[in-house]
């Protein structure tokens, strides 16, 4: 038979965001699952790149603007951001690429920070996740609007994606992309270029330097005395 409806709603309730990426297996870097890495829920750098899993790009990511912009927008720009790192990579001989987790804690610090003055955590609904049982439930979207993302992915390119760790291909050696990478990093106030095991994100020097300058300010004599101790012993 036939039933009579002004309005028929279909797919009431999915697993926003994270469902898609968590509906098959991702494993990372040491046999790591994305599953593991997102039990507290999603995090990454951009919600493009993450920690721990080598060359695996997102687009509209999670800790993006994901479902607070316009999708197509979004994805043009995530988009161009990879491809511009992959040219990167091609020109100075990396095989491999992931956020550096310095960079990854500062920016999923900085969601955090936005979504606490939102109104939007207090609204039981999919974009907290609240309409899947048992997911962990947060504002894990980029609140800050698209033109602050847009400026935050084109900041981590101008410095040279200094928030991200690169492995070296096969066969390259660290004199064979030097030159390349001086050159790129000149205009930056690059002075000199040595190879490290490990590598510091501008991101975490900007917190430490954000902190070291806040303690200054709020105790002067105790800042002045460290320093001044610091520098009787030079």
Known sequence: GETELDVLILATGYDALTGAMLSFEITGREGRPLAEKWAGGPRSLLGIVMDGFPNMFMTTGPNGPAALANIVTISENDVDWIADVITHMDQTGQAAVEAALPAEDAWMEQIHALASKSLMLKAKTWWVGSNVKGKPQGMLMFTGGFHKYREACEAIAAKGYNDLVFTLANGTDYDDVKDV??????????????????????????????????????????????????????
Do not use: C, N, W
């Open 181 to 234: 990478l001086e050159a790129r990093l000149k205009r930056f106030g690059l002075m000199s270029l040595f190879p490290r095991d490990d590598q510091m994100s501008h991101l975490y020097l900007d917190m430490e330097i954000t902190g070291v300058a806040a303690m200054s300010r709020g105790m002067p004599f105790l800042f002045l005395s460290i320093s001044a101790m610091i520098l009787y012993i030079v």
